[in-house]
């Protein structure tokens, strides 16, 4: 076993439609980690979602901020997704229902993220709003 830990790092201007290519990657690696087309269907998804998120919250359509994103095996099963935008960030207030109860019915996007994916965190920045996605990918033999 090599220590060779692959990597994807993608940028991407804070722009609606440049979601679907850190969106796409997310699929594609789920699938080649051993996940379901519907887990990594599942993922493609909730990359969308966070990065949508990002692009209008955190960066406000602004195309000279922008979007990074990670991709990453944490282990043989384990694929984290770090999202992050340079926003004045957010304490998450995740709907524990839908629809949310929330007046402005907001929340929906991140309760959606944690129906799809095995584990959502939301660790300390410096600077914005960093989200990590874990999927896990069902091995099949």
Avoid at 3 to 20: R, S
């Amino acid at each position: 076993m090599n220590n060779f830990t692959e990597k994807v790092h993608l940028t991407i201007p804070a722009i609606f439609g440049y979601e679907d290519m850190p969106a796409a990657v997310a699929q594609v690696w789920a699938r080649k980690m051993g996940a379901s087309q519907e887990k990594a269907d599942k993922a493609k998804l909730a990359v969308m979602e966070i990065c949508l998120n990002a692009i209008e919250h955190g960066s406000h359509n602004n195309p000279q901020k922008v979007v990074t994103i990670d991709l990453f095996e944490q282990s043989e099963n384990t694929l984290i997704i770090e999202i992050s935008d340079t926003g004045k960030g957010f304490m998450p207030k995740i709907p524990k229902e839908f629809p949310p109860t929330q007046a402005n019915r907001r929340g929906f996007g991140i309760f959606m993220v944690y129906k799809l994916v095995d584990e959502v965190e939301f660790p300390p920045s410096n600077e914005g709003t960093l989200v990590r996605i874990k999927i896990k990918a069902e091995k099949t033999t």
